[in-house]
């Protein structure tokens, strides 16, 4: 996967980060190709039930790295580039019936915030923030920044963030739901994978149904969310998991769930 994106597996766990901290890991092709061919191991690998991403470094993320262009590329080839390598990246986070967690180590910033809010949840400290930089540079926001925004805050909340340039803190997010935790700096990571592991132990494919049922709810009305649940459950219905659940529950302990 290259040196710009380190992957790590240790029970159920994954655990994704971006390792261009020189350049605050900001986004180039190489972090890009890291991140996709990540995912697609986590979505290939049974053995893989929970994801962890993080940064390398003092930040998550700096957002796009402004050096990859060249001076030749057009403004509808930038657009383009979007497009063709943004688009299909976002996809495959909520398209992976895994929960990620995003430990935000430092600033997440442009793209970067987007990479942030596309983690199922986040892990970050008082001293972490979320930055939509674009408008500090001349630019509106990309990589689904919008998107990902106004369905955790709101319109006008959103289109606050979007055009004041102003980092988030922690507090700050987690006010506004846009992290789900608050811990110390040196507990980001852990505390990501100490929870990550917690849901490892959960029934994963029940896990994944949440999620493909709660992303299907945010642009679809309720009747075809309620049909869209249903058909869902079918895979449910089938799994060892739900037997084993209820069996459990009869006769009252744990119970010990594969994912499957």
């Known amino acids: 996967m290259g040196k710009a994106v380190l ?4 029970e159920g766990v994954a655990t994704i980060t971006l390792n261009r901290p020189d350049r605050y890991n900001a986004v180039n092709q190489d972090l890009v ?17 929970a994801v962890v991403i993080t940064g390398s470094g003092r930040g998550f ?15 509808e080839q930038r657009a383009q580039y979007i497009i063709d390598e943004y688009q299909p990246l976002m996809n495959q986070f909520f398209t992976l019936k895994k929960p990620i967690i995003g430990a935000i ?13 596309a983690c199922d949840f986040r892990v970050m400290s008082a001293q972490s923030g979320i930055l939509y930089a674009f408008v500090n540079i001349g630019l509106g926001p990309d990589g689904g920044a919008s998107w990902l925004l106004s369905r955790q805050v709101g319109y006008s909340k959103a289109l606050e963030i979007a055009i004041s340039g102003n980092k988030l803190k922690g507090e700050e997010c987690l ?10 700096d040196q507990y980001i990571l852990s505390e990501a994978q100490s929870w990550a592991k917690k849901l490892a132990n959960c029934p994963t494919l029940a896990v994944g149904i949440a999620k493909e049922d709660i992303f299907f709810s ?41 994912g499957k």
Do not use: W, Y
């Not at 430092?106 to 809010?117: C, E, S």
């Not at 006010?175 to 110390?184: A, E, F, I, M």
């Not at 945010?218 to 739900?242: G, R, V, Y």
């Open 33 to 49: 190709d890291g991140i996709s061919k990540s995912l697609q191991k986590c979505e290939q690998d049974e053995a893989i039930r």
């Open 105 to 117: 180590n430092g600033t997440a910033a442009g793209v970067g915030a987007a990479f942030a809010l």
């Open 175 to 184: 006010s506004l739901g846009l992290t789900n935790r608050l811990v110390d």
């Open 7 to 10: 992957f790590d597996l240790l």
């Open 61 to 75: 993320c700096a957002g796009a790295d402004m050096s990859v262009f060249g001076e030749d590329v057009t403004p």
């Open 218 to 258: 945010m642009t679809n009305n309720l009747n075809d969310t309620i049909a869209f649940e249903a058909n869902q459950q079918i895979e449910a219905f089938k799994s060892h998991d739900l037997k084993e659940g209820v069996t459990a529950f009869i006769e009252k302990r744990k119970p010990n769930f594969l």
